[in-house]
Each structure stands twice: as C-alpha cells, then as structure tokens.
C-alpha cells in the first residue's frame, strides 16, 4: 500500500470512528459543546489505545485522539455560534475537513521530530 493510500484508509478510519462516538454521545450526552466534544477525544484517545498497546501499531492514539478532539471540539464551537448546523451535511463534512487537516498536520510534525532528534545523536 503506497503512502498516500495508507493516509487516506487511516484518516477513512478516524472519520468513521468520530462519527459513531458522536452517535454515542448523542444518545447519553444530547447537548453540543465543548464537554461532549471533550469525551469524544478521551474516548477517541482509549479506544486507539487498546490497538496500540496490543501491538497493532498502525494509528498513533495521541495523534488519531488530537485529530478527533480538535475536530469535535471546533465543530461543536462553530455548532454553538450558530456558523454550522448540528446533524447537517455541510456540519459533517466541515468534522471531516478539520479532522483531515489536523491529522496531515501532526502527521507532519512527528515527521519533523523525528528527523530533529536523529540529528541530535
């Protein structure tokens, strides 16, 4: 599987999971805002968890667990300025949009680290 494919399954993969802790979280916690936003991250962050940890290491937690916090937690905010409309295409799709550019953007900065502390040694 080339680079650029194996981005694309794992952000397909972190969209699919954000939306159904979202149905999660609509049904125990209805109200959009930051808080519920919140619990999607933490959960987002322990359910990467378990697959990293049983040595199935294809999502970075901190990273897939950012990338759906930021994205729940913007979208939640432009939810409660009245800029998106909850349970909307455009909604989703803006969720989707966030969630992409965070990820290529933390993506970029392990990277980045990474070859910064090669050169250390």
Known sequence: ?????EISFKLI???LLQYFLDLLYISIYPSVNPLRA???GISAFALLSVQ???HYRYINPVIGGLSIF???LFGA???QENYLVSKSFLSGS???LILIITYLILIYLEKEYKKYK???T
């Open 70 to 72: 930021s994205s729940a």
């Open 94 to 96: 803006v969720h989707a």
């Open 1 to 5: 599987m080339g680079k650029t494919s």
């Open 77 to 79: 905010l432009l939810v």
């Open 52 to 54: 990293y940890f049983a």
């Open 38 to 40: 919140t619990l999607i």
């Open 118 to 120: 090669t050169t250390l």
């Open 13 to 15: 993969i972190l969209i």
